[in-house]
């Protein structure tokens, strides 16, 4: 006994191999359990019952779609610098006085947990309607103990409230705290002595990020971090190459990091480094279009040495206020030259992979979740082509 049949359907599996898209036409997809049992021709399948069945009309049915780096619990907005930035202040400016992400890090502080799942809760909803079936949230805007773990406790809280799957990133090594201003290393013995290991004791985090940059922590810093979270068995992904080039992506792979995410500044070794290592890049192209940026991602080079592309919204209230996965697909075709079968796979598999969970999702095959999107359309590339994307007709979640 199935719970689901799926029938009159085309697959978009986003399987590699050799069809496009990984499709399957005049296809059938069978749930037991939340998983996945069949996902094949309608020809090859066996037959059985199930509790529901559904005719998909010819729709086409793709993987649930996985967003990959998000900031979506936070306080406040940063309105008032998107406007400063349009009259020519730069982002880094804004950084050096105060402002970015440290102006959130204050609203985010006087925010109770439970206005913080709310507002994240709203934000997620957003992304559900366009097929979000998981999306990774990181901290990063409270910077003391009690502060980060609020906010990881409140992405948890704000997926439980929506249906939505969550995975949460410790971002402690965001941006330094003004009580530590002139003492960085101070923070990160913080950070690693006292904020790592209470994250792990809790279990309020999958993996540990940091913001590897000119404006925030050197690559010895980060080092520490990433030795600290190691040690206590946590997986690592950076804040990567973004304004500059200080090796971060090479950095993110020497710990087997999950994944580097921005990487406009990247060079062949880091994007062999990252291959060798099995590291995800992770491309934003909502900051990119925010921030006004002109170097592009090594699109090429990732393709060269065969490093997987993710694409992401990066949500958050400063750099990139985007709540749309499906336009980054259309921006990542647009602005980094991804095909749009590379940006369908960066928004399943390859987003799947950046959260090492690649084997439980991402692709429609027999025994992953079943997480399924029905869409209207008479090809996947519709998806990309249109701006802003398609709304699915439904969406069929394990939860």
């Known amino acids: 006994m199935f719970d689901l049949i799926i029938r009159n359907i085309n697959i978009a599996t986003m399987a590699e ?22 996902v094949g021709p309608a020809s090859s399948f066996d037959g059985g019952k199930a509790r529901e069945t559904i005719d998909g009309n010819g729709q086409w049915a793709l993987p649930g779609f996985i967003d990959c780096h998000t900031h979506i619990v936070y306080g406040g907005n940063r309105a008032r610098e998107f406007e400063e930035r349009l009259n020519g202040v730069s982002y880094e400016e804004i950084a050096r ?3 970015g992400i440290i102006s959130t890090v204050t609203a985010t502080r006087a ?4 206005e913080l799942a709310a507002s994240a809760a709203k934000r997620l909803k957003r992304l559900k309607l366009e097929g979000v079936t998981t999306v990774e949230i990181k901290s ?4 003391t103990t009690k502060d980060e773990m609020k906010m990881l406790r409140a992405a948890k809280a704000a997926g439980n409230a ?9 971002l402690g090594a965001h941006a330094l705290p003004p009580e530590y201003k002139g003492n960085a290393d101070g923070y990160i013995d913080l950070v690693c002595d006292e904020m790592i290991p209470l994250v792990a004791k809790e279990k309020l985090a999958d993996t540990v990020d940091a913001f590897c940059e000119n404006i925030a922590f050197t690559p010895a810093q980060t080092t520490r971090v990433f030795e ?12 990567a190459d973004q304004l500059s080039n200080l090796s971060g992506a090479a950095l993110s792979a020497q710990f087997g990091g999950l994944s580097a995410d921005h990487l406009e500044h990247t060079d062949d070794a880091g994007a062999k480094a990252m291959a060798q290592a099995g590291t995800t890049a992770v491309l934003l192209p909502g900051a990119f279009y925010v921030l006004k940026e002109t170097k592009l991602p090594p699109v090429d080079l990732f393709r060269q040495h065969g490093v997987p592309i993710a694409l992401a919204t990066d949500a958050n209230p400063g750099s990139s206020p985007v709540l749309s996965l499906q336009l980054m697909l259309h921006m990542g075709c647009t602005y980094f030259g991804l095909t749009p079968e590379e940006a369908l796979r960066g928004t399943t598999l390859n987003a799947a992979k950046a959260l090492g969970l690649a084997g439980d999702r991402g692709t429609l095959e027999a025994g992953k979740r079943a997480d399924i999107n029905l869409f209207d359309i008479t090809e996947p590339a519709e998806l990309v082509y ?3 994307g398609v709304l699915p007709s439904k969406t069929i979640t394990a939860s």
Do not use: C
């Not at 600290?228 to 804040?239: I, S």
């Open 111 to 114: 925010a109770s947990e439970g």
């Open 386 to 388: 249109y701006v802003g």
């Open 17 to 38: 191999g050799d069809a496009p898209y990984g499709a399957i036409a005049n296809g059938l997809i069978a749930t037991q359990n939340g998983r996945l049992a069949y």
């Open 228 to 239: 600290a979270a190691k040690a206590h068995d946590l997986e690592v992904k950076l804040h």
């Open 162 to 170: 929506t249906g939505v799957d969550i995975r949460t990133t410790f």
């Open 140 to 143: 990063g805007y409270g910077l």
């Open 97 to 99: 006085r105060g402002g």
